[in-house]
């Protein structure tokens, strides 16, 4: 498997995404975080891993639910120098998540938020996300919506005169593939993937689907703020709950 | 349930129609249809039940390829002419698949070709065929694509001068329910349902999915005729393979 690129390491896009995290008016705390916890079986008890944790924000909320143990992995320096200041009862990895052979551990459940879309390879991802999970395990993750991704020349809308938008111009969904796109600096790396090849992935790896989101914005937030109606043209996250069955 | 609309016994409509399947290279023939019978499993001394068999031409498939027996259900009196004239070996019923409750045995396998879309309670049907099946049978379907059906003002594309797609105009997409559109005549009823709303119906009436396509053209076919390169662009169809387990 290739390595993924490191991009939370750049400290233009590192700064940049911070500020982006400190709104609470956010894509991200709107709808991202809402629709993954909404997702998360009962964690008393349990042993989580998060794969692409960030600043930990996540595992701190996952051993406040219950968790006996966390672990936090994520492949940027300055993101676990955050993480490691704030949450000093979790502990924290550095690694690749294209790289698993280093947990030896097995876990009840195993939680990505928003990063694997940086991943090239979903499909050994999952074989060994499945294989770190307990029988009856749960591996839930969120991701930018396929519609996000599709793109090539990166996402667009198109407006009238006065900037209401008209359409989101969608291209090249059935092509899955690298992107590199701006998002905050210039040349991010990621994969697009069809709805069919995310789902037959996980169905392949030995995942039974249980939930499918794609969480849009409340009345309220709509009401406080128009622009946000956009998403009920296309959502910004596809969210995924697939259970490793009891028994094979 | 609502009663599903009869658009295929308007004259004009049905005409029209049977223009469309008569073109050995409509999307139907090219994209919807290899994909489908990708999807069947052995269907030697199976029970097959074919919701919207329109012409009875999948029907007749199925027992060539050695279904003991099979059934063929459509709303539309005049398809149904059409099947009853072509394959005296094959039962048909005409009923709305809103209302299955007439169906007393069980089937190994259901499909369902280019129908659900019609259809307003998707999770009650569901629900009906999940009844219908043997533990260990198939519904198989396929259906317009969500992207599709999403547009309330009907699909549409952006082209520059010279008639090249630039990108397909979607909105509405995670605004699901009826559609009005124009398809051969005006005022075809039609109702666009997410990915995430058709998968959780499934699972929520018992289905483990198995297989989900989205058919792109080949490369022949694009070489042929540039015009397929739209779909690269957006999917005309989606099709799932959900399996009833063998225990619940």
């Known amino acids: 498997m290739n390595k993924a690129q490191n991009i939370y390491d750049n400290q233009e896009f590192f700064d940049g995404y911070k ?23 009962d964690l008393q008890g349990k042993s989580v891993l998060d794969l692409g944790c960030g600043y930990g924000e996540n595992c701190a909320e996952f051993k406040s639910l219950g968790a006996t143990t966390v672990l936090g992995v994520d492949i940027s ?34 939680f990505s938020s928003l990063a694997l879309h940086y991943i090239e390879d979903f499909g050994t991802l999952a074989k060994n996300i499945y294989s770190l999970l307990n029988a009856g395990g749960y591996f839930i993750f969120s991701q930018e919506h ?45 994969y697009h993937r069809t709805f069919s090849e995310i789902v037959n992935a996980l169905v392949e790896a030995g995942f039974t689907i249980e939930k499918m989101l794609e969480p849009i914005p409340t009345k309220e937030t709509i009401e406080r703020d128009k622009s946000w109606e956009k998403d009920l043209h296309k959502p910004n996250f596809l969210l995924i709950k697939a259970k490793k069955p009891l028994s094979d």
């Open 146 to 190: 396929p519609l996000t991704t599709a793109p090539i020349a990166g996402a667009s809308w198109s407006r009238d005169s006065e900037g209401n938008v008209l359409h989101y111009n969608l291209t090249d969904y059935a092509r899955s593939g690298r992107r590199s796109t701006m998002w905050i600096v210039d040349g991010v790396e990621k």
């Open 19 to 41: 500020k982006l995290r400190d709104n609470q008016y956010s894509a991200n705390n709107l709808e991202e975080k809402p629709a993954l916890f909404s997702l998360a079986p």
């Open 77 to 110: 320096e300055k993101m676990l120098a955050v993480a490691t200041a704030e949450h000093s009862d979790i502990e924290f990895i550095r690694a690749d998540m294209s790289d698993l052979s280093f947990l030896k551990g097995k876990y009840d459940v195993v």
